[in-house]
T-cell receptor, first 115, second 114 residues
Framework: EAQVTQNPRYLITVTGKKLTVTCSQN?????MSWYRQDPGLGLRQIYY???????DKGDVPEGYKVSRKEKRNFPLILESPSPNQTSLYFC??????????????FGQGTRLTVV | AQSVAQPEDQVNVAEGNPLTVKCTYS??????LFWYVQYPNRGLQFLLK??????LVKGSYGFEAEFNKSQTSFHLKKPSALVSDSALYFC????????????FGSGTQLTVLP
């Protein structure tokens, strides 16, 4: 089954304690991205990657890091989380193949609370 | 810069009535337009997309959307709403031929009343 898998689904942590949210896709998609969802703001992109070792900032990258060492994985790293990073996070992937349409496939989400 | 506007935070409709969720966009170039639905505690699910061709696009669960280039709109519609359609709906856009990220609207909460 084609899917994007995020872990963990729920996470409560303390300010300053480094954490990683994992994301993996099994569709051989080139493009992967991270979004955060906050009430009234929709989804805002944090970082994206167009292929292995190619990453770039989205609209709200401050306080986040990513890496793309393998095509299927795109972890999101918060080196020193702060309460304003409390949010619902989504990983997504899509194909860059010409004519594929480019719709994104989303993971189930990670609800992060930073206290 | 590309942007999407969903002017209604909340839409209420009676079961069996037609529903419309509005979306307007702004891009430089030809748009690829998408609708997604989010049920509580779930990720976003793809509903339908407009790439090119017929302005009326049909998607999952009986939903359709009409692309209107002159009004830069891509409204989501369904002829007869179901209670189970109650969810959060997002419109998104990206420019064709570009790997730029999808830009999402702020979302519209649809409530179908029994």
């Amino acid at each position: 089954e084609a899917q994007v898998t995020q872990n963990p689904r729920y996470l409560i942590t303390v300010t300053g304690k480094k954490l990683t949210v994992t994301c993996s896709q099994n569709m051989n998609h080139e493009y992967m991205s991270w979004y955060r969802q906050d009430p009234g703001l929709g989804l805002r992109q944090i970082y994206y990657s167009m292929n292995v070792e190619v990453t770039d900032k989205g609209d709200v990258p401050e306080g986040y890091k990513v890496s793309r060492k393998e095509k299927r994985n795109f972890p999101l790293i918060l080196e020193s989380p702060s309460p304003n990073q409390t949010s619902l996070y989504f990983c997504a992937s899509s194909s860059l193949v010409r004519g594929a349409g480019g719709e994104a496939f989303f993971g189930q989400g990670t609800r992060l609370t930073v206290v | 810069a590309q942007s999407v506007a969903q002017p209604e935070d909340q839409v209420n409709v009676a079961e069996g009535n037609p529903l419309t969720v509005k979306c307007t966009y702004s891009v430089s170039g030809n748009p690829y337009l998408f609708w997604y639905v989010q049920y509580p505690n779930r990720g976003l699910q793809f509903l339908l997309k407009y790439i090119t061709g017929d302005n009326l696009v049909k998607g999952s669960y009986g939903f359709e959307a009409e692309f209107n280039k002159s009004q830069t709109s891509f409204h989501l519609k369904k002829p007869s709403a179901l209670v189970s359609d109650s969810a959060l709906y997002f419109c998104a856009v990206r420019v064709s031929g570009s790997a730029r990220q999808l830009t999402f609207g702020s979302g519209t909460q649809l409530t179908v009343l029994p």
